[in-house]
C-alpha cells in the first residue's frame, strides 16, 4: 500500500458532509484541513512568539509521514523527542571538546557520526523506531541552534527556559504533532463519503 492509499483509507471515516448528500474530494479535504489548522497554528505561534512555527511543521509533516493516524501520536512525539534530546546532547559535547589541538568541525564531525549510528540502533525501541521522525527532531534542533543567535552555548543550552533547544523544540513539535492530529481528523469530516443505502 502506498502512502498516498494509506492516506486515503485513513480518511474513510463518514462524517458531516455525507448528511447533507455531499462528498469532497481527498486532496481538497486535505488542503483545507492542513491548510485551515496551519493558519490557525501560525497565528498562534506567531502570538506567543517563543514557540517554533516552522519546528511545528516539520513534526506535522513527520506525523503524517509516520501513518497520519492514533498509532503515529505516539510514534512521532517519541520518535521526534528523542532526536530532539540526542542532538541537544551532541550539542552540549560539541561545546565540551576536550581535545585542543581537535578543530571543532572534525570533532563535531565525529560527534554526529556516533550518534547517528546510536539513534538508528535505538530504533529497535518502539517509541523510537521512526528513523524519519527521529532525524526530523534532531535536525530541526540542529537548525535552532545553527540559526539562533547565542542559542548555540552553554547558558541557553542548559537554561530551564525556552531559550533551550531542548525545551523550545521539544514544545514546538509537540504542539505540531497535536494540529497535524487535528488537521487529519479535520481532513476526515470533508472527505467523508455517503453511506451506503
Known amino acids: 500500500m502506498t502512502l498516498n492509499e494509506k492516506f486515503r483509507t485513513m480518511m474513510a471515516p463518514r462524517g458531516f458532509l455525507s448528511r447533507q448528500g455531499k462528498t469532497m474530494k481527498q486532496p481538497l479535504a486535505t488542503a ?5 489548522l496551519g493558519g490557525i497554528a501560525t497565528a498562534l505561534f506567531l502570538q ?3 514557540l517554533l512555527i516552522w519546528a511545528a511543521f516539520v513534526a506535522w509533516a513527520s506525523y503524517f509521514a509516520v501513518g497520519g493516524d492514533n498509532a503515529a501520536i505516539k510514534l512521532n512525539i517519541g520518535s521526534n523527542t528523542f532526536g ?3 542532538a541537544w546532547l551532541v550539542g552540549l559535547l560539541i561545546l ?3 581535545f585542543a589541538g581537535l578543530a571543532t568541525p ?5 560527534l554526529v557520526l556516533i550518534s547517528v549510528v546510536l539513534y538508528i540502533m535505538a530504533s529497535k525501541i518502539p517509541l523510537f523506531s521512526s528513523v524519519p521522525a ?6 530541526t534542533t540542529f537548525a535552532y541552534l545553527g540559526q539562533t543567535p547565542d542559542a548555540f552555548t552553554y547558558k541557553a543550552m542548559l537554561s530551564p527556559s ?12 509537540f504542539i505540531g504533532t497535536l494540529f497535524a492530529t487535528a488537521s487529519a481528523k479535520l481532513s476526515t469530516l470533508f472527505a467523508a463519503e455517503e453511506p451506503a443505502s
Request: charged fraction near 0%; avoid cysteine.
Open 32 to 36: 483545507l484541513g492542513v491548510g485551515i
Open 48 to 50: 506567543v512568539g517563543t
Open 84 to 86: 530532539v534530546f540526542v
Open 96 to 98: 565540551a571538546n576536550p
Open 106 to 110: 572534525i570533532w563535531a564531525g565525529g
Open 134 to 139: 527521529v532525524t526530523l527532531g534532531y535536525a
Open 162 to 173: 525556552f531559550s533551550n533547544a531542548l525545551v523550545v523544540v521539544t514544545v514546538s513539535m
